[in-house]
C-alpha cells in the first residue's frame, strides 16, 4: 500500500497551515495526488432564533460561510501554486451539525487525511467533528499536525501505543508505509492486561508480523505510574525522542471521551508530535 491520495481540510488557515504544509511535504513524499477541501463551517444554531427571523438569518450566515470557503479556496490555491505535486481544491459550505457528510464523501476516497490539531489556541469547534467525520464515516487514518510543530519530511522514530485492541491494528496496517520508512519503531505497552494471552510476551506477535514487512521493532512495556495512559506514553514519546505517535482511535465511546476523557482525546490535546490514528 502506497498513499497516493491525500486530503487536507482546511476552515481556517491560520490554524490549518502547518497540517497544510506537512500535507505538501508528504505529498512530495509519496508522489501523491494532494486534494484541499475549503470548507465555510455556519456555527448558528437556528432553533435559538426567535419566530419569523430563521430565513433572514439563515440566508446572511450561509453567505459568510461560503464568502470564507471562496476566500480559503483562493488562498490555498495561491499558497499551491507552483507546487510539483498534483493538487485540486474544492470549497464546501456546511453547517456543523451536518459537516460530517461534507467530510466523509472525500475521505472514503483517500489513502490519508491530514488535519490540524483539534484542540487550544484558536480551533474552533468544527476541528473535532472534521477529525471525527474521517475517522468514523469516511472509514480513513487521520495524521493529526500540531499547530507548533513543522512539518515532517520522513518519520525516523515511531512509536506505537498497542493495546491488543481492533483500533490499534488498524491504525499499524495503515501506517505501514510509514513504519517501513522509520530507523527505529517503538512498540509500548502498558500494564498489559492480567489475563491477556499475551501476558508473557506483550508485544510479540505484533512484532513478529511487522518483522515479516521488513520493519524491525523494540519493546517497551511501562507500568502506568502516572494518572493517565496518555500522560505515561507522551513521557516516553519525549525520553526516546520520537516523532510520530501511532495508535488506535476512540477505543470507548466518542461521548464517553467528551464527558470523562480517554487516551485518544488526552493524547489530541497534548501532542507534541505528529498522531497516525485510526478506527
Not at 59 to 77: F, H, K, M, P, Y
Not at 87 to 92: G, L
Not at 168 to 191: C, E, F, G, H, Y
Request: with cysteine; charged share 20%; net charge negative.
Amino acid at each position: 500500500m502506497a498513499y497516493k491520495s491525500l486530503l487536507c481540510v482546511v476552515s481556517d488557515l491560520d490554524h490549518c497551515r502547518v497540517a497544510l504544509e506537512q500535507a505538501v511535504v508528504t505529498a512530495q513524499t509519496e508522489g501523491a495526488h494532494l486534494e484541499v477541501l475549503c470548507v465555510g463551517v455556519d456555527l448558528t444554531q437556528v432553533t435559538s432564533y426567535y419566530a419569523g427571523a430563521n430565513a433572514a438569518i439563515l440566508q446572511e450566515t450561509i453567505g459568510r460561510a461560503l464568502a470564507d470557503a471562496e476566500n480559503l479556496t483562493e488562498a490555498v490555491s495561491e499558497r499551491l501554486e507552483g507546487e510539483t505535486i498534483t493538487w485540486s481544491t474544492s470549497a464546501a459550505v456546511a453547517a456543523l451539525a451536518d459537516l460530517g457528510r461534507h467530510i466523509a464523501a472525500r475521505a472514503r476516497f483517500s489513502d490519508l487525511v491530514i488535519l490540524a490539531h483539534p484542540y487550544g489556541g484558536d480551533a474552533g469547534p468544527e476541528h473535532e467533528a472534521i477529525i471525527e467525520s474521517s475517522l468514523f464515516e469516511g472509514k480513513a487514518p487521520v495524521m493529526v499536525v500540531p499547530v507548533d510543530s513543522g512539518p515532517l519530511v520522513a518519520p525516523k522514530k515511531i512509536v506505537i501505543g498497542w493495546n491488543e485492541s481492533s483500533e490499534a491494528m488498524s491504525a499499524i496496517r495503515m501506517a505501514l508505509p510509514l513504519l517501513k520508512q522509520a530507523d527505529k519503531v517503538n512498540i509500548t505497552v502498558i500494564d498489559p492486561p492480567m489475563h491477556s494471552p499475551n501476558r508473557s510476551d506483550p508485544g510479540g506477535l505484533l512484532s513478529q508480523f511487522l518483522a515479516r514487512h521488513g520493519v524491525t521493532a523494540e519493546i517497551s512495556v511501562l507500568s502506568k505510574t502516572l494518572p493517565r495512559v496518555a500522560d505515561v506514553l507522551q513521557r516516553h514519546i519525549s525520553d526516546i525522542e520520537a516523532d510520530m505517535v501511532v495508535m488506535g482511535a476512540y477505543g470507548h465511546s466518542r461521548l464517553r471521551e467528551a464527558i470523562f476523557g480517554g487516551a485518544t482525546r488526552d493524547m489530541m490535546e497534548e501532542a507534541k508530535v505528529p498522531l497516525f490514528l485510526a478506527h
